[in-house]
C-alpha cells in the first residue's frame, strides 16, 4: 500500500506537466481561431463601410445629376405643338405646356428604363 501511495506521489508533478502543456496547446488554439475571427469581422466591416460609402456617394451623384438635368431641360426653349396653337396660347399657358411635356417625357423615360433593367436583372 506504502508502495502505490509512493508511485501516485511520483506521479503527481508528471500529470501536472501533462497538464499544464495540455492546457498551453488549447490555450494557442483558441487565440490562433481568435485572431482569425478578428481579422475575418474587420474585413468584413472594412469592406461594409466601403461599399455603404461608395453607395451614398453614387446617391448623392445621382441626385445631383437629377438636379442639373432637371433645370437644363426645364429652360429647354420650344413645344412640341404646332406653330398656330402655340401662338394663341398666353405665355403662361406655352410655359405650362412645357412642363406638362417635360413631365411626360421624364415619367415616359423612366418607365422605359425600368422596364429595361428589370428585364436585365438577375
Known amino acids: 500500500m506504502v508502495e502505490v501511495l509512493h508511485k501516485i ?3 503527481i ?3 501536472k506537466d501533462i497538464a499544464l502543456i495540455a492546457a498551453a496547446i488549447i490555450a494557442i488554439y483558441v487565440g490562433i481561431k481568435g485572431l482569425g475571427t478578428w481579422r475575418r469581422q474587420l474585413r468584413g466591416n472594412t469592406e461594409y463601410t466601403l461599399a455603404k460609402n461608395v453607395l451614398t456617394a453614387i ?3 445621382r ?3 437629377s ?3 432637371f433645370w437644363i431641360s426645364f429652360h429647354s426653349p420650344g413645344l412640341d405643338l404646332p406653330e398656330d396653337q402655340g401662338k394663341s396660347m398666353s405665355e403662361k399657358e406655352r410655359k405650362w405646356h412645357g412642363l406638362v411635356q417635360l413631365y411626360e417625357k421624364k415619367m415616359g423615360a423612366r418607365f422605359i428604363w425600368q422596364n429595361k433593367a ?3 436583372s438577375i
Open 9 to 11: 506521489t511520483e506521479s
Open 13 to 15: 508533478p508528471l500529470l
Open 59 to 61: 446617391y448623392e451623384l
Open 63 to 65: 441626385e445631383a445629376i
Open 67 to 69: 438636379s442639373v438635368r
Open 118 to 120: 428589370s428585364s436585365h
